[in-house]
């Protein structure tokens, strides 16, 4: 096992261990939480070797990277899902390769995806992406717009919303950044109780490198990790 290999390992069992104790202290099985990495920039190699390890999914920014980790068996047979903006012109490469899109974030792009699923005659999966604090350089819904999105969502024979994801305001207190997560919650909690035709309230994506402990706190079943698993990010542009 290279250096390399060998620090990963040890990078995910630290992070086991601290899902671990956050679930435990929130009252909940540890189970209830799946680890995703984050491996944006990563190279297939690297993709591979932590693979081996107790990562239960994968999550790309990119579609082009997606593609090019998927077609190399870079996830050793894990899913795979996008988390980042979806563009409707890569749609095409998305689907039969994501096991789950995380971040339906408009009308317009539900829309593209019904249409291209049906033609592939599939039923995609995906989360609503919601801004949860409403800021301007980011995607995703508003909260308030998220009914009519789910009410839309309902209605589309090849898409299947499995729950929510978000990416709440960088650089806020610890309070602050709870707060946010429990908001989120409350939203995930309502619209399962509302029981919406072809909605399934299963998946609560929320929490990363820097915020992750916070989230399981406050009800995330799926954690997004890069950073801590991987290293810093080496960019090439």
């Not at 390992?9 to 671990?20: D, P, V």
């Amino acid at each position: 096992m290279g250096g390399n290999q060998a620090d990963m390992k040890q990078n995910i069992e630290a992070i086991r261990e601290k899902m671990e104790k956050a679930a435990q202290s929130a009252g909940r099985k540890p189970e209830e939480v799946l680890l995703l990495a984050a491996s944006k920039t990563r190279s297939i190699e690297e993709v591979k070797e932590s693979a081996c390890f107790a990562i239960d999914l994968f999550g790309e920014n990119h579609v082009q990277e997606l593609v090019e980790k998927k077609d190399a068996d870079a996830y050793l047979g894990k899913p795979a899902h996008l988390i980042g903006h979806l563009q409707t012109n890569k749609i095409k490469y998305v689907l039969g390769r994501a096991e789950l899109i995380q971040s339906m974030d408009s009308e317009h792009l539900l829309t593209a995806l019904e249409k291209a699923a049906a033609k592939r005659d599939m039923v995609q999966d995906v989360l609503i992406e919601v801004n949860i604090g409403a800021e301007e350089s980011k995607t995703g819904l508003a909260a308030d717009n998220l009914w009519r999105m789910l009410e839309l969502s309902a209605a589309q024979p090849h898409i299947r919303v499995k729950g929510l994801m978000t990416i709440p305001p960088a650089d806020t207190s610890d309070l602050e950044n709870r707060k946010y997560f429990e908001k989120m919650r409350m939203l995930f909690e309502k619209a399962r109780d509302l029981k919406y035709d072809n909605v399934f309230m299963e998946i609560l994506s929320m929490g990363m490198s820097q915020d992750y402990e916070n989230a399981i706190l406050e009800g995330s079943t799926m954690i997004r990790v890069g950073s801590l698993i991987y290293g810093a990010r080496k960019y090439t542009l």
